[in-house]
């Protein structure tokens, strides 16, 4: 099995700063993409950034120059470092990675989630 962890989310006020982490355990071989997503209340889930396994980033526009998505490969661990926090960055986190796993002799590439943290930017 495979857990992603998530930890980091709260309540901010705007302006603020938060950072959160999600760490991937269990029986991991190797892990490519990792990335952070967002679900606004009432909105669709969206890729907020995403970061290769060399250290490719991408933002969505709308977080670019506020927002850095880091990792630790030897740590199996993503971060995203959220600076000068708006309302409208009010949402649940998701992180994301696509793990690769043997079962019995054979690679298995999935994509996994973890379960969500809170970020809430409120006065």
């Known amino acids: 099995q495979v857990q992603l962890v998530e930890s980091g989310g709260g309540l901010v006020q705007p302006g603020g700063s938060l950072r959160l982490s999600c760490a991937a355990s269990?029986?991991?071989?190797?892990?490519?993409?990792m990335g952070w997503y967002r679900q606004a209340p009432g909105k669709q889930r969206e890729l907020g950034a995403d970061i290769s396994s060399g250290g490719i980033t991408n933002y969505v526009d709308s977080v670019k120059g506020r927002f850095t998505i880091s990792r630790d490969n030897a740590k199996n661990t993503v971060y995203l470092q959220m600076n000068s926090l708006k309302p409208e960055d009010t949402a649940v986190y998701y992180c994301?990675?696509?793990?690769?796993?043997?079962?019995?002799?054979?690679?298995?590439?999935?994509?996994?989630w973890g379960q969500g943290t809170q970020v809430t930017v409120s006065s």
């Open positions: 269990g029986s991991i071989f190797s892990i490519s993409a």
């Open positions: 994301n990675a696509q793990i690769t796993r043997v079962l019995a002799g054979r690679a298995n590439v999935d994509v996994y």
